[in-house]
């Protein structure tokens, strides 16, 4: 089983920067590569795509919405996912969640890809 637990939410003003972390834990997790992503789920809102890095870390993916303010990124070693999220806007305000899956054959931007959340963690952007 895999256990995801974000962090580095918080409230900042709009402009500003914050960096989400996901640790992954569990056995199958260390030894093996999963694709992972980032989600979010504004107030009565459907949960949206905002990020993934595919399984052999070679392809990228982001929402349009996101594209050149957010950067998804890995480190192997320490079985942590970040979410590098720049130039904050108001409308970034959501819940993200940590998503992870083992080599999922499907797009990894659909919620469906992924077996794997975490509980989430909440992101404020003040205007």
């Known amino acids: 089983q895999v256990q995801l637990v974000e962090s580095g939410g918080g409230m900042v003003q709009a402009g500003g920067s914050l960096r989400l972390s996901c640790v992954a834990s569990g056995r199958t997790f260390s030894r093996s590569r999963y694709d992972v992503g980032w989600f979010r789920q504004a107030p009565g809102k459907e949960r949206e795509f905002a990020a993934a890095?595919?399984?052999?870390?070679?392809?990228?993916y982001y929402a349009d919405s996101v594209k050149g303010r957010f950067t998804i990124s890995t480190d192997n070693a320490k079985n942590t996912i970040y979410l590098q999220m720049n130039s904050l806007k108001s409308e970034d305000t959501a819940v993200y969640y940590c998503?992870?899956?083992?080599?999922?054959?499907?797009?990894?931007?659909?919620?469906?890809?992924?077996?794997?959340w975490g509980q989430g963690t909440q992101v404020t952007v003040s205007s």
């Open positions: 890095i595919s399984w052999n870390r070679d392809s990228t």
């Open positions: 998503a992870a899956s083992l080599k999922s054959l499907r797009d990894l931007r659909t919620s469906r890809a992924y077996d794997h």
